[in-house]
């Protein structure tokens, strides 16, 4: 576990030595077919733009690779370039008073136009933007015609490979994004074909750097090119129709500083430098290294302003990488991704497409043709995105991860709280990726400290709260800076859903010392905050108030359409769920009683959650006519999915009611970002609708996914913009189809497609510490297995129309007991693996 204070360099330093492995090549692991796997992306073309770019990244240093002949574009980020700068924060110190405006307006006088309008006073400032930190370029010399091109990303290495031939010589270029160095890297080669008469041509470019930040560009000496750039100090979002959007402030200093220093290495063949740029010829490879950094210094810090105080910062990475050799910068990177990557396999259908389609041919014939293959390569390209963009020590994946090639860039790129950045974290614990999950843990620490003094400026409250929208700077005040749609604006309900992933990080792997260090006080103080926020509604119970249901709105009985009621049905979950989870985690650590029963009580006075005349779950506190019945979010549905207050075995008429709701929003429309389909998936796989389930996906897949995998938002007229959050909640839901562990039992295949009727998976974690894998033909289990990470009791329930036969470990047969629902409770013993056998 990470101490929560550690900061980048000193993580680097806490990277474990090499595995004596190593000096073997890091190609001698078995090839991705024996491990069962689909893993390649790959094209017949190049990409022409950003948007169909190929993407690698270290979780701190992102790249999107074009791949392009005569001129290849490397887009460059770094997750700390971020515009702004720490600030006193935007919490109105006449916050309590509005406050008190926008309840009364709303619980005594009914009057909910009057009360949005009032709540648009508690506003303070915009996020700040994330940035595009620039743009590599290679311009290699004019030559003959391209043939054999082929560009491809190898989601088992994390390497994006370039490879074209012209005449008699084949080019090949790797790129890889180093967790281990720390740098972007790049290798080409000139190789003449096996038995050509001539000698192969050789390689003879120029190398550049540009970006759209205020930049300068230089050679250092003959072989190093070295980028300074500042961001803007403001940067209005994309959405705002402002006068003067990005305001630089060097006056003041404030801004960014940031930089990339390139170093080329040619065998035979020369590099030096031209003006601002490098030129390399008659090499036959060169290895190119970049090194990125800014003068972040913390989310609470004014960043470093020194150019050479970052510089240095490059200078050293780059000095220590470029000692390294080529096969060492790759062996290095590949020791430490892949052992990440492989610790889930899946495979659906033949596990291949054995057509020889690229990804691009396959992904556009998905309609007409069932590919359960690229299924698994979308589930798995989620993965590879993940450990590309969220690492121990790094910023959490942000709206495009850590991508970007824009200065506004959609909604600033920044942490939206409602949805989208918890999304991004939804495959982390099942697909055993727990430690990517850390930068979202930081976050909330660090935005729980300026959520306290939101929490007591603004409303005059304990605890810690934030809003729909957070930044690298960690702003916890409502957005909008006073008219700002209430509907998204005002939404305060952050803090309970970060602590969910705080709660699952620990259900998952039973770590009592995370959850006393870590949650615990992070829960506490969301769970203060509620306690006062909590107010009489005038009936008896307590409710939320001003409460959004994110982002949708409701019709008054005049025509009118607002969006600020009582108790919405997704605060009223958050809470639940928050009060039950601490409530828990005072019994598990036993702590605090006093503070649970203040919690029970609170709990008894909730309003209760309600069912509309159509048998729905109801999204309000009443049941208001709706003018968007297809909204994207579906935030009541937050009950199934991804909090379990709502399961098949506790509240089945509960489940049949966010059924309806969820079949009321589907045939209105809902679903159609990628983010919406992909919460579409998880919750039909809660809901136990296999097939359903599978034409979510296929939903997905067709209507929000680029040929390149990268998941869509659809902006203005037939146009999209790439939203990352759909590439989470995609393969997050593909895990709960065939695993689900939320119910006080684990379940085996739970919503499996008929079209899935062949597969395996392994390395799945259940809650409670296990992973689990499961293989099946013609739609029935084969063959199971658990790992038990932990000593505990666990509930295992089969596939639908299965038996349990036995457990086994070895030859022995373990006693189990045999429940009347057909689940089996057993005692396994941390380190244990046991088979299940299907009668
Ligand atoms: C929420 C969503 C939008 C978009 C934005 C980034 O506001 O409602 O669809 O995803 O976040």
């Known amino acids: 576990m990470l101490n929560p204070v550690m900061k980048r360099r000193d993580f680097l330093a806490t990277l474990p030595a090499l595995p004596p492995a190593l000096t073997a090549s890091a190609s001698a692991a078995p090839p991705a077919s024996e491990i069962g796997g689909d893993f390649k992306l790959w094209y017949r073309k190049p990409a022409q ?57 709303i619980l005594q006088d009914k009057n909910y136009a009057a009360g949005e309008t009032a709540a648009k006073k508690l506003q303070g400032p915009f996020t700040v933007s994330y940035e595009a930190l620039g743009e590599l370029h290679l311009k290699f010399d004019a030559a003959g015609p391209v043939t054999d091109y082929r560009l491809e990303l190898d989601l088992d290495s994390a390497l994006c490979n370039t490879s074209y031939r012209i005449e008699n010589t084949i080019f090949r270029r790797e790129a890889l994004a180093s967790y281990r160095d720390q740098v972007i890297a790049l290798r080409l080669t000139a190789q003449a074909l096996p038995g050509a008469a001539e000698p192969g041509a050789k390689l003879n470019f120029t190398v550049g750097l540009t970006s759209l930040l205020k930049s300068t560009a230089a050679a250092e000496g003959d072989t190093r090119l070295r980028m300074t750039a500042k961001a ?25 500083r940031c930089e990339a220093l390139v170093d080329v290495k040619a065998e035979d063949g020369t590099v030096h ?41 490059c200078v050293q990475t780059l000095d220590a990488a470029a000692k390294l050799s080529w096969p060492e910068i790759h062996k290095r990177h590949v020791h430490d991704y892949l052992p990440m990557f492989r610790r889930v396999s899946l495979r659906l259908g033949a596990g291949t497409d054995a057509s020889g389609r690229s990804t691009d041919e396959r992904v556009a014939e998905y309609a007409s043709e069932p590919d359960p293959a690229l299924a698994a390569l979308y589930f798995h390209f989620g993965r590879y995105l993940l450990l590309s963009s969220s690492r121990p020590g790094t910023q959490p994946a942000n709206l495009q991860g ?51 003094t939101t929490a007591r400026v603004l409303y005059n409250l304990p605890g810690w709260v934030a809003h729909h929208n957070t930044d690298l700077w960690r702003l916890s005040n409502p957005v909008g800076a006073k008219s700002g749609d209430p509907r998204w604006a005002n939404w305060p309900m952050c803090a309970p859903w970060l602590c969910e992933h705080l709660w699952e990080h620990y259900a998952f792997s039973g770590d009592l010392e995370f959850l006393r260090r870590r949650a615990w006080p992070l829960m506490k103080g969301a769970a203060e905050f509620l306690l006062g926020w909590l107010v009489e509604d005038g009936a008896g119970h307590l409710t939320t108030c001003p409460s959004i249901s994110p982002e949708n709105g409701f019709y008054l009985p005049d025509g009118t359409v607002v969006t600020v009621d009582a108790g919405c049905t997704m605060d009223l979950a958050l809470i639940r769920e928050l009060f039950g989870n601490c409530i828990s985690a005072t019994k598990l650590l036993g702590i605090e009683a006093d503070f649970a029963q203040r919690l029970e009580a609170a709990l008894k006075r909730l309003p209760p959650f309600r069912i ?48 309806k709701s969820l079949e009321i929003r589907l045939v209105n429309g809902g679903g159609y970002t990628g983010w919406s389909a992909a919460w579409v998936v998880n919750l039909r796989a809660r809901l136990r609708d296999g097939d359903k389930a599978g034409l979510a996906v296929a939903r997905l897949l067709k ?22 959050d759909g590439n989470f909640g995609g393969p997050a839901g593909i895990a709960e189809m065939l695993l689900q562990s939320h119910d006080g039992e684990i379940t085996l295949l739970p919503a499996l497609p008929s079209a899935w009727s062949e597969g395996s998976f392994s390395g799945l974690r259940a809650r409670g510490g296990l992973t689990v894998s499961v293989d099946w033909v013609n739609g029935r289990a084969t063959a199971a297995q658990l790992s038990a990470k932990r000593t505990a009791d666990f509930t295992l ?8 036969a036995a457990l086994r470990q070895g030859a022995e047969s373990l006693a189990v007991h045999r429940n009347a629902n057909g689940t089996v409770t057993v005692r396994l013993e941390a380190g244990t693996v046991t088979r299940v056998e299907f009668a």
């Open 49 to 105: 733009k950003w948007v169909d770019g190929l993407p690698i990244g270290n979780g701190r240093l992102g790249a999107m690779v074009l791949g392009g002949v005569p001129e290849e574009r490397i887009f460059l980020n770094e997750d700390t370039l971020w515009t702004g700068f720490p600030g006193p924060g935007g919490n109105d110190p006449n916050g309590p008073k509005y406050l008190a405006d926008v309840r009364r307006l």
């Open 232 to 256: 803007p100090a403001r940067m209005d979002p994309d959405y705002l129709n402002s006068k003067n959007p990005v305001v630089y402030d060097d006056a003041a200093g404030h801004g960014m």
């Open 273 to 313: 430098a031209d003006g601002a740029v490098l030129r390399v010829e008659n090499a036959t490879a060169v290895t190119l290294l970049v090194a990125a950094a800014t003068g972040f210094r913390g989310f609470d810090k004014l960043p470093d302003l020194s150019a050479d105080a970052i510089h240095a910062r």
């Open 402 to 452: 850590l991508w970007g090639d824009l200065l506004r860039p959609p909604w600033s790129s920044n942490y939206t709280t409602n949805i989208n950045v918890e999304m991004n974290y939804w495959l982390a614990e099942t697909c055993n990726l727990a430690d990517c999950h850390e930068p979202l843990f930081q976050l909330t620490e660090e935005l729980s400290r300026n959520g306290a």
């Open 612 to 659: 509309g005349t159509q048998g729905q779950l109801l999204e309000y506190s009443q049941e208001f006519r709706e003018p968007e019945p297809g909204h994207r979010h579906m935030s009541h549905l937050y009950t199934v999915y991804p909090s379990p207050l709502f399961t098949w075995n506790k509240t089945p008429e509960w489940m049949e009611a966010a059924r």
């Open 703 to 724: 209507q929000s996914t680029r040929l390149n995998l990268l998941d869509t938002h659809p902006m203005g007229q037939g146009g999209f913009v790439f939203q990352i």
């Open 797 to 804: 329930r089969p596939p639908r129309a299965h038996k349990i």
